[in-house]
């Protein structure tokens, strides 16, 4: 499989849980990013990779959620202290840029569903 | 928060119909791309149309880019019932080093056979 892939596709947690998401990416894409989406809406972005260096995080991410990018291959993000607003599909994608400045598009894995009952 | 606003909402249209969605957004931009979501799946890349174009083509698929009025258009012609999905302009944001996009709401778009 040459695609970005997500595990697991859907979790279902109790609030106040801790929850891993993982994602491993196209394997020459060095740039990673996690988004969250919820029903109706777009993709709103929270984290960026480029490699292992973690470069840039929303205000959406909270000191609850913690993201990793070891060896810069495989990501993980983690939700401590669940709550139900965090309930949302949890996107990972991987770019590979191409030439020119800013000429690439975004590889999206199928995501990881999340519902924190 | 959101850059970029899809219009309309929804569309529903006939199998060989064309659909037209509308994108506007608020920045100055590098690129613009558009993607399709099928329900509980991820996005997929459809076209990327950069600042300095005004229109881009690939199969049935139409972009146009209107930087004056910060808006795009997509058009897909000839649709066909696998064309049913949603559809997302994203933006990027020239101040962002690290080419992060923006995306809209979306455009639910329903082709019926």
């Known amino acids: 499989d040459t695609g970005v892939s997500q595990d697991p596709r859907h979790k279902i947690t109790k609030r106040g849980q801790n929850v891993t998401f993982r994602c491993d990416p196209i394997?020459?894409?060095?740039?990673l990013y996690w988004y969250r989406q919820t029903l109706g809406q777009g993709p709103e972005f929270l984290t960026y990779f480029q490699n292992e260096a973690q470069l840039e995080k929303s205000r959406l991410l909270s000191d609850r959620f913690s993201a990793e990018r070891p060896k810069g291959s495989f990501s993980t993000l983690e939700i401590q202290r669940t709550e139900q607003g965090d309930s949302a599909m949890y996107l990972c994608?991987?770019?590979?840029?191409?030439?020119?400045?800013?000429?690439?598009?975004?590889?999206f894995g199928s995501g990881t569903r999340l519902t924190v009952v | 928060s959101q850059q970029g606003e899809e219009d309309p909402q929804a569309l529903s249209i006939q199998e060989g119909e064309n659909a037209t969605m509308n994108c506007s957004y608020k920045t100055s931009i590098n690129n613009l791309q558009w993607y399709r979501q099928n329900s509980g799946r991820g996005l997929v890349h459809l076209i990327l149309i950069r600042s300095n174009e005004r229109e881009k083509h690939s199969g049935r698929l139409r972009v146009t880019l209107d930087t004056s009025k910060k808006s795009s258009s997509l058009l897909i012609t000839a649709s066909r019932a696998a064309d049913t999905a949603s559809y997302f302009c994203?933006?990027?944001?020239?101040?962002?080093?690290?080419?992060?996009?923006?995306f809209g709401k979306g455009t639910m778009l329903l082709v019926s056979p």
């Open positions: 994203a933006t990027d944001d020239p101040r962002s080093g690290y080419s992060t996009l923006t």
């Open positions: 994608a991987s770019v590979l840029p191409m030439q020119g400045v800013g000429d690439y598009g975004y590889t």
């Open positions: 394997s020459e894409h060095n740039r």
